[in-house]
């Protein structure tokens, strides 16, 4: 249900790994895909937003590399390693990006 009591809502896409519960992911959680053969991993978000950080920390994902993550279709859980089983249409909190509802 979304809610009526005046929160900013986003429709987002988020992945999901299968020991997650949903209620208590959000947006900003933090997964890596491998975009490129040879090459560390790259920092998304849940939402699937690319960040500018490589899994070992560093900043500067070239441009290039950004474009593949954000196609990227199997990230995996910087808490648990685990891949992500599915990818879910869902309402979030925009400012806090606190799962809210599935969307049909």
Request: charged share 30%.
């Amino acid at each position: 249900m979304v809610p009526t009591d005046g929160t900013e809502v986003s429709a987002e896409r988020w992945c999901r790994t299968e020991s997650e519960v949903l209620e208590k992911c959000n947006s900003q959680d933090e997964f890596y895909v491998f975009p490129v053969i040879n090459v560390d991993g790259v920092i998304v978000k849940r939402n699937g937003t690319v960040t500018n950080r490589w899994a070992d920390g560093t900043r500067g994902v070239p441009e290039g590399i950004a474009k593949l993550a954000a196609n990227e279709e199997s990230p995996y859980s910087c808490e648990t390693d685990e891949e992500a089983v599915e990818w879910l249409n869902v309402y979030a909190d925009h400012k806090t990006g606190a799962f809210i509802a599935l969307r049909e």
